[in-house]
């Protein structure tokens, strides 16, 4: 019933940027921190950056604060604006939703650490 959507990736050579949208879909009535998340062949999913219901940003490291910005235009959808990319920035981007509130029968449940499936973003050298 509940789904998170990522898109926007694919191949960009280095220096060019992207855009990854994740649209939450489902009747949803709330949705806490979002944020988007990256894995690279042979290494851990590692945190990009979040944001809250209220708009508060936080970036994982120096290696993407700067070149990347995270937005929210609503509660439902997020945004990862990702520029000067460089190949060390190619990995498998993930949406993430630490608690999305939704109803179900007219009943009210929660889900926390919930996972889009991810979008492929390659930076060519």
């Known amino acids: 019933q509940v789904q998170l959507v990522e898109s926007g990736g694919g191949l960009v050579q280095a220096g060019g940027s992207l855009r990854l949208s994740c649209a939450a879909s489902?009747?949803?009535?709330?949705?806490?921190?979002m944020g988007w998340y990256r894995q690279a062949p042979g290494k851990q999913r590692e945190l990009v950056a979040t944001?809250?219901?209220?708009?508060?940003?936080k970036y994982a490291d120096s290696a993407v604060k700067g070149r990347f910005t995270i937005s929210r235009d609503n509660a439902k959808n997020v945004y990862l604006q990702m520029n000067s990319l460089k190949p060390e920035d190619t990995a498998v981007y993930y949406c993430?939703?630490?608690?999305?509130?939704?109803?179900?029968?007219?009943?009210?449940?929660?889900?926390?650490?919930?996972w889009g499936q991810g979008t492929q973003v390659t930076v060519s050298s």
């Open positions: 489902g009747n949803i009535f709330s949705i806490n921190t």
């Open positions: 993430n939703a630490d608690r999305i509130g939704y109803y179900s029968d007219s009943a009210p449940y929660y889900i926390r650490d919930y």
């Open positions: 944001i809250t219901s209220g708009g508060n940003t």
